[in-house]
Nanobody, 122 residues
Framework: QVQLVESGGGLVQAGGSLRLSCVAS????????MGWYRQGTGEQRELVAA???????NYADSVKGRFAISRDNAKNTVYLQMNSLKPEDTGVYYC????????????????WGQGTQVTVSS
């Protein structure tokens, strides 16, 4: 099992910054992939940024150059630094984990956090 707890959302003016945090209940070194998704009102959930294989990072085109994903293995935490925020960045941001190793066993299950609201005013 992996539990994910997000924090750091809030209300910010356009051009401002926020940093989201996602704390995992197990070592993130054992998790295959972790990242951030968002969902606007009436929209589908979309990938924002993620670690894929090893230290490879993947970003949505709409956030490249503005957002940065990072992690602190000692704290079992993944961050999303969001700069130059735009009103279209508004939505609920979810932390996501996909698969983890428990000893020699691989558990191929995905997990989601409860989400944190980000609202960017114009």
């Amino acid at each position: 099992q992996v539990q994910l707890v997000e924090s750091g959302g809030g209300l910010v003016q356009a051009g401002g910054s926020l940093r989201l945090s996602c704390v995992a209940s197990r070592s993130i070194s054992s998790i295959s992939a972790m990242g951030w998704y968002r969902q606007g009102t009436g929209e589908q959930r979309e990938l924002v940024a993620a670690y894929t294989t090893g230290d490879s990072k993947n970003y949505a085109d709409s956030v490249k150059g503005r957002f940065a994903i990072s992690r602190d293995n000692a704290k079992n935490t993944v961050y999303l630094q969001m700069n130059s925020l735009k009103p279209e960045d508004t939505g609920v941001y979810y932390c996501h984990a996909m698969g983890y190793y428990s000893g020699v066993n691989y558990v191929n299950t995905e997990y989601w956090g409860q989400g944190t609201q980000v609202t960017v005013s114009s």
